[in-house]
């Protein structure tokens, strides 16, 4: 399996331009996670998806933020309009629980910089 | 309050050095999940292991070891021999079933540095 898969992988963008960012999951795997990584507030979960369907964005920071799950096979993070505050890696992972245990395999993020 | 507690920030050992890296979580949950993961050089982040609440056993896995410990609320995780391929990010997680054992919360992380 090809593991999860982010794309870009690295993002440059000016702020108070969209960014959209794009996920992969493993197939098979009916869970998808969103998490932010910065050197202040460490990995936190933004939002997470079963079977396509948003079950908690109690992390998503603010309105410019937007996650969808079109499909099980795709998920896109938006960030409309970004700011320099945004820049961070950012980890898309997907899981499938299987009886009590499962892991998250995360992909290999987006280095986001807005200046 | 934070679930998972790294107090040790930075570590750096000399190659072939045990070295144990702290995890203490907590929770109110009775059934819970602890992970490890490693964050290499490179960004990604790797699985290491899980374990649930029930299962105290250690576990052994080559040079890696993981001691956990209800009464202490800990999760140690032990390298033998280090090796300069294991410098790394390490992170501690917990996943309680009662939010529906799919939220991780992850620990600050500790930098292991192994000196060649």
Redo the contacts between chains.
Sequence with gaps: DAGVIQSPRHEVTEMGQEVTLRCKPISGHDYLFWYRQTMMRGLELLIYFNNNVPIDDSGMPEDRFSAKMPNASFSTLKIQPSEPRDSAVYFCASSFIIGPTYEQYFGPGTRLTVT | AQKVTQAQTEISVVEKEDVTLDCVYETRDTTY?L?W?KQPP??????LI?R?SFDEQNEISGRYSWNFQKSTSSFNFTITASQVVDSAVY?CALSEVQA?????F????TRLTVIP
């Excluded at chain 2, 490179?42 to 699985?47: A, D, H, N, Y």
């Excluded at chain 2, 529906?100 to 991780?104: Q, S, V």
């Excluded at chain 2, 992850?106 to 992380?109: A, E, I, L, M, S």
Aim: aromatic share 28%.
């Design positions: 999940y992970f993961y490179s960004g990604e982040l790797v699985f899980r649930n992170f529906g054992a799919n939220n991780l992850f620990g600050t992380g």
